[in-house]
């Protein structure tokens, strides 16, 4: 059996124009890394939308991270307060690492 | 000119895309190729005007609309700000979102402007896709300045804060901004190069030209209708106002150009440029400068209402305006 | 006739992709830049046809034409399902699905015959685009109905309830399909525009043409030759029927195409469109009225083998039987 | 530290073109919002496939759902009739969302 | 309420190129399936990077896979060899399949 | 030459996106685009080629050229490698990586080349187009012996493991590369289809050519200057062998064109193409044969620094000698 480490899967949903922001969060605690997914189309309050669009405004991504539990909660506190303003959707999930001791 | 405008395959391309969306079809164009377009007609608006200025020379007439354009730029959003909060009922910050919009450009507004005037033989001056440049970015300034003094403290307050910080980010990514560095580069290369460097590119950047505007705005038809019909937050008054502002700013770009001793087709352009309302570089800046403006406000009055009035009335009307005055 | 076929660059692009994918390279066309292909492919020949009807007026070989395609299209499938059912030992639910296929009309299939005939001095009339997008929908209809009526209740029974709440939702996707609305609201703008009005799109539309086509059938040979070896659910039998099926169809086609009094290039159209089975309308539209149909079959059956077949073999036999007959 | 609520994260993997007959389900059980993710390429009992292809039938989505356990569980009774013929797979996670109470 | 099984939904993030040199190790352990996403942009020890290249070789992707505990150990196991050299990064989490009993 | 160089648009637009990248700006091509245009590119230039040879016939200069072209492609890596391991103080392995990429070929660069040759009089044979295929692999193959044979046993042990597995896989993928296949393909397909054959296809393959080189080179301006602008890995003596790497090749290959007998423009293509270095095909190789080789020193040599130093500077370079020596 391999090892595995617990650590935390945190997905930000958020405007893709805003993505450089969160990621300027991101590397303020100092986790090892980042991954953003493209949303193809989706719909909430407002209604749908597709991502089919000229103007890339209104299109949404996802970012996956990777990070022990103290950087995640870290990352919450910071990002907390551009939460309503910017509209974000933050989840937190337990996954264990395969030999992920440096995560 | 409106029937010559209805009967251009351009415009009918916009027609039916409109038309498909609203029933519903499933037609729709590759967001990576209908990218592909915009730059490639970005592109070649720029050469062609670089290559037209290369021939010419700077002249006094280029001077002029250069500081029209840019104070038309700063300045029309003031009178959108105030309409907006008194007839449209809006907050001060979407607001200001909304104004900086109609204060900024569309580039296929301009494109199909240019087209539909050249064939009516009102061939606007090359230098006028360097006004445009010039336009793109002013409005988002004065939007901000506007919506941040008349916003109560608190309500932006953690968006203060993070704006110091943003700060020059936002001026950057508006002067860096894509479609602008594009624009002007394509432009300064057009100059470089002029008439027999223009030479081997010209079959794709020419003779191309019209087919893929027809393509482009097939797929803006098929987008402005989806805005419309999705969106539940345009009122009637702000619908009544998405028709007015372009009125309004276009009539005064008109006159404004006219004044300035513009020739009637390049005073009909500046006439379409301060009518046509953003919907690339202004939403981009507008989500990362104040994220509480709603999109679904300032995208579905541009993209769903002003687009398409100006490709199907406005144009002509403000073409028709300059011949009057000129 | 077949080798110049052979010796075309349409088709030995189409040869290349075919042997790329069969010696499992690595060479893909991206997605959106075919599709952005198949837009313009289905603008083109929208456009050049109703530019052909403007410049010939309405006669009455088009409304044979177009009467005979509509008819064709409901019955086809009917012989089609009997034979997948009996030499195809298929059950009513993918017999049906298969022959909505064959009913259907591949569009790469019509504008590669288009090309071939017209460099064989057999080209069709401009109105048989419009014959092809009527063609494009009744044999799904004809194959819900087949499936239905020969599939006991309880296997449909969920299904049933979904496609009651869903019955119209198909209809309506059916009939405002992209490709159809596409095809057909290229065609009205031909129509509208004319020989003059079509002047300034028509280097990108006449032009490009055929070299778009031929990397176009470049990824449709990587694709028909992947679904080929991927497959494990087409048996000999299968096989056989994705053969015989285009040929009986299309011998019925030429031959109703010169009873009701077409040209052989036309007739050899109408041959085509028979032969051809969908692979883009009618596999959508079966996945959401008949999930249970196993793509797997009807998609190995019309991409990997009919289309082929086709291309390189069927175009050449229908014009000849068209020949024959006219 | 940031309030978190925990909620489910649903998954469904589908055939695009019957992303929109989930999409009414969603919509069913009043969820407040989706989001649709292509897949590029996969593979599965009958062999691998590739998304490359003019022909979007063959083409596959997730459609991801965050929404609380109690309107998770009714939308998995409303879709389980459907998941054979139209060979869903649906996954259920927990996750802890920041903020999270209007989900 | 509709059955539902546990199981281990494995995620993996892998250079594009290598995506078919795991695909193989997936079959072995036989596995049902498996979805690739593509990951627009990320960020990682290296400093940023972006999808937008001409050059494939620096895209990244991510393999995911439903199956049971078994499996994932087996699929981590034969996996385990590679992750160094092939800077893979294995993430293992739990979730409820609706009706999962073949996975 | 250099003057010509740098007012031509396809080099100026090349030079708009490096400018654009370094300040940052969000200007991007969607990659789809991008992979379009290249293929077309490389579909373009076989075609192009393969219609020249089936004029010329086949010449004693074409098998030379092969042969050199080959011979240049097993060795140039070995010179490269052990620079890359004394200057430029890399391991064993990346410094197979490295080299790898420096003895294989950019088409860009090549296609670039010819565009200004021809503008010079220095119009190269179009059978140079197959000797570009041919040199797109061996160096991957020496340059993994080179890497194997330096490298000690321990490092590499999971790898040969995999290796033994992959082995064939490797060479399978080096030899059915997708760009290897495209340009081979269109080779043939224009040497079949000869001149006549050519003719509809003409418009697409060779008039747009030049403008969609333009628009692919402002994206690889972009990408260049965004590797050059991100990377952490690449040393000043890295950087330094990034340009003194193609200047040797170069040398190497426009003087083994002409002692081989080719004219003046071959040589110097011959030449290109030693100097430029891999930036599609090698590095995906890499990945999977070596994936311990960093990806961060491969690519930014290569992308970042040597393709702008050919493009902007190599070509005229290997021009100059070859009109010294021819
Ligand atoms: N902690 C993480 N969470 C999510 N993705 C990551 C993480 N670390 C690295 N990545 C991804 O892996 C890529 C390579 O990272 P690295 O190996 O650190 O250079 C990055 O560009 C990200 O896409
Ligand atoms: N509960 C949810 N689960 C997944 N995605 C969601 C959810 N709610 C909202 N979204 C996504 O967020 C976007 C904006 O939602 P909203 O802020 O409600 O308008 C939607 O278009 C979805 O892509
Ligand atoms: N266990 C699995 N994990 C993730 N994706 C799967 C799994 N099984 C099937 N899939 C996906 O579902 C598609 C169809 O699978 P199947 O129904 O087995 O043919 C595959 O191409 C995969 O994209
Ligand atoms: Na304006
Ligand atoms: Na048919
Ligand atoms: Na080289």
């Known amino acids: 059996m391999v090892a595995t480490v617990q650590r935390k899967r945190i997905e930000i949903l958020v405007d893709t124009p805003l993505v450089p922001r969160i990621i300027r969060l991101v590397k303020e605690v100092d986790i090892s890394g980042w991954s953003v997914i493209k949303i193809a189309s989706g719909g909430g309050r407002d209604g749908r939308w597709d991502h089919d669009e000229v103007t890339g405004a209104a299109s949404k991504s996802i970012i996956l991270m990777i990070a022990s539990e103290q950087k995640a909660d870290q990352f919450a506190d910071k990002v907390a307060p551009l939460l309503e303003s910017h509209g974000l959707l933050i989840t937190i999930g337990n996954v264990a690492v395969v030999r992920g001791d440096r995560f | ?84 909060r008194s007839i449209g009922k809006l907050g001060a910050i979407d607001s200001g979102a909304v104004a900086a919009h109609y204060g900024s450009v569309s580039v296929v507004t301009f494109v199909t402007a240019v087209e539909l005037l050249t064939k009516q033989n009102m061939q606007p001056d090359g230098f006028m896709v360097g006004v445009m440049a010039l336009m793109e970015t002013p409005a988002i300034i004065t939007g901000l300045l506007l919506a941040r003094a008349y916003t109560k403290r608190p309500e932006l307050e953690n968006d203060v804060k993070a704006n ?42 020419a003779i191309g030209f019209n087919g893929v505007l027809c393509l482009f705005l097939l797929d803006m038809g098929l987008i402005a209708a989806r805005r419309l019909l999705q969106t539940k937050k345009v009122t009637i008054r702000l619908a009544s106002l998405a028709i007015l502002l372009p009125i309004i700013n276009g009539t005064i770009g008109t006159v404004v150009g006219t004044l300035v001793g513009l020739d009637p087709g390049s005073a009909a352009i500046l006439g379409v440029l301060s009518a046509s309302a953003s919907y690339i570089a202004v939403p981009a800046a507008m989500r990362l400068a104040m994220p509480q403006a709603d999109p679904g406000i300032y995208l579905s009055m541009s993209l769903g209402i002003t687009f398409p009035f100006n490709i199907i009335f406005g144009i002509s009307l403000f073409a028709a305006i300059a011949n009057f005055l000129g």
């Open chain 2, 164 to 205: 110091k910080e943003e700060g020059s980010g936002i001026l950057h990514e508006v002067l860096t901004n894509g479609s602008v560095i594009l624009l002007l580069g394509a432009f300064a290369i057009g100059m470089v190069a002029g008439e027999a460097g223009f030479e081997p590119i010209k079959p794709l950047f």
């Open chain 2, 1 to 84: 000119m409106i029937i010559e405008t209805l009967t251009s395959p351009v415009i009918l391309f916009f027609i039916l895309g409109f038309f498909a969306a609203c029933i519903r079809s499933d037609l729709t164009i590759p967001e990576p190729f209908a990218k592909a377009m915009s730059i490639y007609l970005m592109a070649a608006i720029g050469l062609k005007g670089g290559v037209e200025v290369a021939s010419t020379g700077f002249t006094s007439q280029l001077a002029s609309a250069a500081i029209a354009g840019t104070v038309l730029g700063f300045t029309l959003p003031i009178l959108a700000f105030f309409l907006l």
